[in-house]
């Protein structure tokens, strides 16, 4: 079915008894809705309005269903987008994002929009009104040059991230009234020079640009500076240590310069204040004999091959601890042999899930088997029972295998990176007592290097409030895979069912185990997450992989009786 635009208008301003009918059908349809020139498809998470090509064609935006978590614009058919149409988009939800559109160069934002994202091949400026709300900001793709001057109109930002754009130059000093802003990432621009001083940023990546020099002077000023991530550029030479930069700035700061032109390296231009230094796929001379280079350098540069006895690593379902944290009924369980692992999944294709992870973790007794997913270079994200054993002891090390297909065979792809109990950080409300906050982070000792088959996983906006309910979830992992073997699999499996609202899943387990941040993934059909996932991740597929949950806990009674497995949600 098919309206002219006249016909449209008389019929919303006229026809007021048959409002909820009409947003009913644009909410249901499952293929576009043609509204003279301009397209409209919507589902109960999202709502696109595509070929937009003039002001009159906004009045559509007033009829979109207020509930819907995020509204989209693509194909728009102008040079530029006034703020008035982008006001529109707003007052149907706070997340905007406008993608896809190669003759738009340039977009007005109103103070009302809270999260932006865009992704324009041809976006030249982008301006912000005065007393903007705006939180989030990506810019993921365009030809911007320098920083919009009138970013300085929105003062609430803690996120921004400007990708593939042209910056041949970053001043700093655009940033420095945010007072909000923690995380600040310009990769793969043209940044050649970084200069003058930010002092909020906690993590600061200017990745794969075309950075040539460095130094710790530009951003000495940077109390709250955790991580610096200058990878993939063209550096040859760097200095992390000027008086400037004394030790009570910062306590510690990770800095990453790996992939760059570093042929020489002096040990004493590292400031007391870098705590990890990461300088891998640097073409240094490894012959130099001193200890801080054989140790810090060569061995970063080019990790061995670690063998694993896997007869020694066990699901880490089979610990003490992991059943302790259960309800007592549940815990009659444990001796009963259910089937365990992705069960009646199937067996993914080699890269299918490049964050994908398996996790050794070392116990005082024994090593247990857990999933993760890549975060960044440096990090991988897991469950917390899964580096936290019986009285909260941390695991004291251990490997995690990324990029890995079949883990027991030496792929070329695969790589294996050991880290150490310093490098464990679960939640510091992690709760076993009551399986609460079970998420928990790991720091490698060497950085990640991508590929085709390793990259970090998605994870949702901080201002993302979806529950995800009845979305498609996959979850994946190396856990065991039926009733008749003990034995954990080789390879990646998978599977995907329903995730279920949060009251649909209290109907199954209770209100005293499911709380607002678990997620839950329908059983249906036998097909579940259990022992040998946990820490694994579950993902959604929305413009991509999104990681929505960690594997947390199952049914007791078996993994395969149809009971929702539980997550943790992200």
Not at 458 to 469: I, T
Request: glycine residues 6%; charged residues 20%; aromatic residues 8%.
């Amino acid at each position: 079915m098919s309206f002219t635009m006249s016909q449209l208008r008389w019929i919303w301003p006229n026809c007021l008894h048959c409002m909820k009918g009409i947003v009913v059908f644009l909410v249901l349809l499952s293929t576009p809705t043609f509204i003279d020139a301009v397209r409209v498809m919507c589902n109960e998470f999202r709502c696109e309005v595509l070929g937009l090509s003039s002001q009159e064609d906004t009045f559509v935006y007033a009829y979109l269903p207020k509930d819907v978590p995020e509204v989209g614009s693509r194909f728009v058919r102008m040079a530029e987008i006034p703020r008035a149409i982008v006001e529109q988009m707003s007052k149907a939800n706070r997340m905007v994002r406008i993608e896809e559109s190669d003759a738009v160069k340039r977009v007005s934002v109103p103070r009302t929009v809270e999260a932006l994202t865009i992704e324009l091949r041809s976006l030249e400026k982008i301006d912000f009104e005065e007393n903007s709300a705006l939180l989030e900001l990506y810019i993921r793709q365009g030809k911007l040059t320098k920083i919009p001057t009138t970013l300085r109109n929105a003062l609430m930002l803690y996120t921004i991230k400007i990708y593939n754009c042209t910056f041949h130059r970053l001043d700093l000093a655009a940033f420095c009234n945010h007072a909000q802003l923690d995380t600040l990432n310009l990769k793969r621009n043209h940044i050649r020079q970084c200069v003058e001083q930010l002092q909020n940023v906690e993590s600061l990546k200017i990745s794969n640009s075309k950075l040539s020099e460095f130094t710790i002077e530009s951003i000495a000023a940077m109390d709250n500076l955790y991580m610096l991530d200058v990878s993939g550029n063209q550096i040859t030479s760097v200095t992390l240590n000027t008086e400037r930069f004394p030790k009570s700035l910062v306590p510690f700061l990770d800095v990453d310069i790996s992939a760059n032109e570093f042929t020489v390296f002096d040990v004493n231009s590292v400031s007391t204040n870098v705590s990890s230094l990461y300088m891998a796929l640097n073409p240094i001379d490894c012959s130099w004999d001193t200890p801080f280079k054989r140790v810090a350098l060569c061995a970063v540069a080019s990790a061995e091959w670690i063998d694993i006895d896997w007869s020694k690593v066990r699901p880490i379902e089979d610990f003490d601890h992991y059943w302790e944290r259960l309800p007592a009924e549940l815990q009659i369980y444990r001796n009963v042999r259910p089937s365990h692992r992705v069960t009646n999944g199937q067996e993914a294709t080699p890269g299918q899930f490049p964050y994908q992870i398996a996790l050794i973790s070392e116990f005082i007794i024994s090593s247990g088997l857990c999933g993760g997913s890549v975060l960044t270079n440096n990090y991988i994200l897991t469950a917390a029972h899964c580096v936290v054993g019986t009285a909260g002891i941390l695991a004291t090390g251990g490997t995690a295998i990324i990029g890995a297909h079949n883990r027991n065979v030496q792929e070329p792809t695969q790589q294996r990176i050991r880290f150490s109990g310093p490098g464990v950080i679960p939640h510091p409300q992690y709760s076993s007592a009551n399986i609460r906050n079970d998420i928990a982070v790991v720091r490698l000792d060497s950085p990640i290097t991508f590929n085709d088959r390793v990259q970090p996983v998605r994870l949702p906006a901080r201002s993302d409030s979806r529950q995800f309910g009845g979305f498609l979830g996959t979850v994946s992992g190396f856990g065991r895979t039926s009733d008749a073997t003990q034995t954990t699999s080789d390879v990646v499996m998978f599977t995907t069912n329903p995730i279920l609202t949060n009251a649909d899943c209290i109907a199954q387990w209770n209100a005293v185990l499911i709380e607002p941040q678990n997620v839950c993934l329908s059983g249906e059909g036998g097909r579940s997450a259990c022992n040998g996932d946990s820490g694994g991740p579950l993902a959604v597929q929305d413009g991509g992989s999104l990681q929505v949950g960690i594997v947390s806990f199952g049914s007791a009674a078996g993994c395969s009786i149809g009971m929702p497995s539980v997550y943790a949600r992200v």
